[in-house]
């Protein structure tokens, strides 16, 4: 189990426009011009060839420029299978994991001069199968299918469609 925190200084651009000089809509911006915190809890439990990870990450987002983005809360919940080896002879060892996640985001309101945003916020629910390869002990390749089950958004808002994700990890400490 883990705590873990964040802090987001504003560094990426929250004023870009399109080739007409109309202004971005503020979700397309690649910078918010906030400085956000974040707090939550981290918890994983392996037996044998199960494991059982969680978490849960709180966003707490400030004001820049008369805009807010609302709040989030991320959750997830992943069993995974170690595939190979059956048994460890040694550690670090070649590692295949397949996953089960359930994941997604609550975000509260938008708000622009105080005021919520009707069009903004809501919840998203994934179900996100995936494989793991650790090829030693402190790297690993991962990749994951995002499927949308639960889409409860408020307003007119974008929907959200399957996504594949490749990505790897390298632990430095």
């Known amino acids: 189990m883990a705590a873990v925190g964040r ?4 560094t990426g651009k929250d004023d870009e ?10 979700p397309l911006q690649l910078g918010t011009g906030s400085v956000d915190y974040s707090a939550g809890v981290v918890v994983t439990h392996v037996v044998r060839r199960i494991g059982l990870n969680a978490d849960l990450i709180y966003n707490f987002n400030t004001e820049a420029s008369d805009f807010a983005f609302g709040d989030t809360l991320k959750y997830d919940f992943a069993l995974g299978y170690r595939v190979s080896p059956r048994k460890y002879e040694a550690y670090p060892a070649k590692q295949w994991n397949a996953y089960l996640e359930l994941n997604g985001e609550f975000a509260r309101r938008n708000k622009l001069n105080g005021v919520p945003l009707p069009d903004s916020g809501g919840n998203v629910t994934f ?15 991962e990749a994951s299918l995002q499927i949308p089950v639960i889409q409860n958004l408020n307003g007119t808002q974008l929907k959200f469609h399957p996504a594949f994700t490749v990505g790897f990890r390298w632990l430095i400490f």
């Not at 802090?7 to 504003?10: D, G, Q, R, S």
């Not at 426009?17 to 503020?26: E, H, M, Q, V, Y």
């Open 17 to 26: 426009t399109d080739a007409r000089g109309n202004k971005l809509p503020r």
């Open 7 to 10: 802090i987001k200084f504003p």
């Open 127 to 141: 179900l996100s199968p995936g494989i793991q390869f650790i090829p030693y002990g402190s790297f690993l390749v």
